[in-house]
């Protein structure tokens, strides 16, 4: 087959006074930030994983694990860079990615812009190709009591 689909998921905590990095840019002003052993990117994570299924390569905390010192602190987008690395030298290219980033606050449309413009090119594709949609949970579980932030994302993967 020529083309394959993946999907991922990713969670993270949200704690006060910590930086909230988010698809790639650091969100300006947020209250809380997201807790982990990397820099927390909830979105990337969940692009890593979805194009890593895409491709049958295991997940990001296989390639990456949260106990490896290498990894602490880091910059996502080094991961999801290393991934498409992956996803070429097997033979494929990312087609288009869609994703949908659940939270409470703060409110992240007017950022999505550079959140594009920063994941395309780690993944050799263009802005267009690259959807990233937002919504909350109506105040609803730990979404809404703003415990936790969460990302969905989908993937489409090509033969070249
Ligand atoms: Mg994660």
Same mark, same amino acid.
């Given at each position: 087959? !020529?083309?394959?689909? $993946? /999907?991922?998921?990713?969670?993270?905590?949200? +704690?006060?006074? @910590?930086?909230?990095?988010?698809? =790639?840019?650091?969100?300006?002003?947020?209250?809380?930030?997201?807790?982990?052993?990397?820099?927390?990117?909830?979105?990337?994570?969940?692009?890593?994983?979805?194009?890593?299924?895409?491709?049958?390569?295991?997940?990001?905390?296989?390639?990456?694990?949260?106990?490896? !010192?290498?990894?602490? $602190? /880091?910059?996502?987008?080094?991961?999801?860079? +290393?991934?498409? @690395?992956?996803?070429?030298?097997? =033979?494929?290219?990312?087609?288009?990615?869609?994703?949908?980033?659940?939270?409470?606050?703060?409110?992240?449309?007017?950022?999505?812009?550079?959140?594009?413009?920063?994941?395309?090119?780690?993944?050799?594709?263009?802005?267009?190709?690259?959807?990233?949609?937002?919504?909350?949970?109506?105040?609803?579980?730990?979404?809404?009591?703003?415990?936790?932030?969460?990302?969905?994302?989908?993937?489409?993967?090509?033969?070249?």
């Amino acid at each position: 087959m !020529n083309i394959r689909v $993946g /999907m991922g998921y990713d969670v993270h905590q949200l +704690e006060t006074g @910590r930086p909230f990095f988010l698809g =790639g840019v650091e969100l300006p002003g947020a209250p809380k930030g997201a807790v982990g052993h990397s820099d927390a990117d909830v979105l990337i994570h969940a692009i890593c994983d979805a194009l890593l299924g895409a491709a049958n390569l295991r997940d990001i905390g296989f390639h990456f694990a949260n106990t490896d !010192n290498r990894w602490k $602190g /880091m910059d996502s987008k080094f991961f999801l860079r +290393e991934v498409t @690395r992956m996803i070429h030298e097997r =033979g494929w290219k990312v087609v288009n990615v869609d994703c949908t980033l659940c939270l409470e606050k703060p409110k992240v449309n007017p950022h999505i812009p550079a959140m594009k413009k920063s994941l395309a090119p780690l993944m050799d594709i263009t802005e267009e190709e690259v959807s990233i949609k937002a919504t909350t949970t109506e105040t609803l579980g730990y979404v809404g009591r703003e415990e936790g932030v969460n990302a969905m994302a989908v993937v489409l993967i090509a033969k070249t």
